[in-house]
């Protein structure tokens, strides 16, 4: 079944065992590695696993952190499981953040830490802490692998490898967390011993079942009925979108539904501002059922439109835990595409609500023309983004300001770190989309976020693909202008905005990357399409005062929400 027989000692084979195992039975075609003496054994193993078998790609990076998020972004454009691999101690401990987003977006990582034996453990040996229950609740399984022995034969170890790493596949797919000791040797030898005996017992392997549970059928539906795109994968939205076009049923599109950025009839354009407009939200409030797939939804007015909804609302999604936080929506576990081709629709009336959605989005044209701002950056991206590239909108202010006003056309796709939300680790996961995306990526993310990931910047400058960092520098978080903590007084600046003086002109020069400051929407028009048509990473920096766009929001709504709007 293996490549190989021979090894220099049972650390060596024993590794081996394990990238095999994580090939052939559960697709893994890409390994992260972090540095590391401890790690030697797995690191060897991994690179004479790929030379035998070229599908194999090797990922390096000098920060575990960004590393981790390099991986998920890899996951999130393959829709495979993806392999990390790290020495012991405190590298192990900077997987976390990205295992958190993760599990809550049932992301397949798996994170193998090389370890030292249990009889260094407790003892004052160096780098050496207890790394079992590190990620806490935020795994889906977790295996403690004893030290290699060859009393523990290769078909032992590979039933214990495959039985955690079947967590990976499913409906409740996430992270799991293999911790691997090595006594030393820790490197190979020229001499090579014959370990077919060893090998003997090793199986073939079986991996998880993808599959989710068949659909219950769905009765009782009136009409008017309000389809709701949450977070989608690409099949899940074709399913949506292909039920709106069969019965004429609106479709309410967040920027992580696959949906929101693509023209058509039912997919109801910058949705958000329908909830801003007297006439939108007279029209909402005759809906009388909806149903909502996916969840994790970016837009506040929404949420808030969804919290108060009299009528009745499901929830369908692949994955069995809840996704919606005012409890409220009747949940469904299902398979989305297969529940919308067995959906029976009674016919739907008009609403009005595509022709007021398209009135309201033209509206958007002449209002964010009056200033160059973070809103007009964020409608110039999504005119002028090419078609087969795709789009992270970084959380916090970015996200939000893709999600109101974006202007819909090729329905590109778009990458979103909505599990938990954090803005660490977007560069990093872009970068990894990026490295199997051939189409390219536009990152658009705010000053604190870059700054939060500047090491990654290294693997930006990788990117064998076009690569567009747009980062808003506002001086600090501009989020918090649109919160309450601006109500703070003298608080406000110090422990909440963080203004920090700082550009990135400098970390551009430092990383070898492609620069510009445009200062106007007709220079950024230019310098954008300039990076999208240029292989490798561009950051182009957009430098913006702190409060200008809460300001700007704050006028914008209340322009539209006049009748007429504009």
Known sequence: MLNHTRFSHINEAWAYVLMDRLHRVHGVQDLCIAPGSRSAPLVLAADRYRRDHPQVSLHIHFDERGLAFFALGVAKSRRRPVAIFTTSGTAVANLHPAMVEAFEDHLP?????????????????????????????????????????????????????????????????????????????????????????????????????????????LSGLEQPLLLVAGRLEADEAEAVLALGQRFGIPIVADIGSQLRLRRDPVVLEAPDLLFVNPRGRAALDTVKQVLQFGGRLTGRRLNQWLSVFAGRRWLISRHSGGLDPDHKAVPIQADIPTFCRQLLVPPQPELGLASLARQLNACLDGLLAEHFSELAAARILSEEIPPSMALLPGNSLSIRLVDMLAHPRFGNRCVTNRGASGIDGLVATACGFARRHPGGLTLLLGDLSLLHDLNSLALAARATVPLVIVVLNNDGGGIFNLLPARKQGACFEALFQLPHGLDFQHAAAQFGLAYACPGSAAALRGAYVQACSRTGCTLIELRFPPAQSAELLEALTQRLGADPPC
Do not use: K
């Not at 090998?199 to 079942?209: I, K, M, S």
């Open 109 to 217: 990582l798996v994170a193998i830490s090389a370890d030292r034996p249990e009889e260094l453990h407790g003892c004052g040996a160096n780098q050496t802490i207890n790394q079992m229950g590190l990620f806490a609740t935020h795994l889906r399984g977790e295996l403690r692998l004893p030290a290699p022995d060859q009393t523990w034969s290769a078909g032992r170890l590979g039933r214990e490898v495959d039985g955690v790493l079947r967590r990976l596949h499913g409906v409740d797919a996430g992270p799991v967390h293999i911790n691997a000791p090595f006594r030393e040797p820790l490197y190979g030898a020229l001499n090579r011993e014959d370990f077919s005996a060893w090998l003997a017992d090793l199986e073939e392997g079986v991996p998880g079942d993808p599959r989710p549970p068949n659909p219950p059928p």
